[in-house]
């Protein structure tokens, strides 16, 4: 009885994995944002309260470049209060490690 052979191709398993890598960050990213501009302004989406500090005004979309590959992020806009995240500093477009592959290639002449 002739076996089975059963073939596998890396790169195919390689990339998704990277996406699913990819996408599990952007997820986790938008979900830190979201939590962040809840925390600070005291509410929830939708929902009214006394200690409302603002109020949203939708998103803007950000991109940010990691080593897992460009992320989209999804940064609420508050109305009353200003924005700025802890999660990513502020006109960053590069996760820093990306920034030290760069240096490093730089520097070795690739």
Partial sequence: ?????VQLNEEVIKGQLEELARGSI???LNELLEAEAEKLSQAARYKR?????????GYYNRNLTT?????TLKVPNLKGISFETAI?????RRESSVE???IKM???DV
Avoid: P
Avoid at 1 to 5: G, P, Q, V
């Fill in 49 to 57: 309260s006394e200690q409302r500090r603002g109020y949203r005004g």
């Fill in 1 to 5: 009885m002739a076996e089975k052979i």
């Fill in 100 to 102: 030290e592959a760069l």
């Fill in 26 to 28: 952007e997820e986790t």
């Fill in 67 to 71: 080593t897992s590959g460009n992320v």
């Fill in 106 to 108: 730089y520097l070795s």
């Fill in 88 to 92: 990513i500093e502020r006109y960053r």
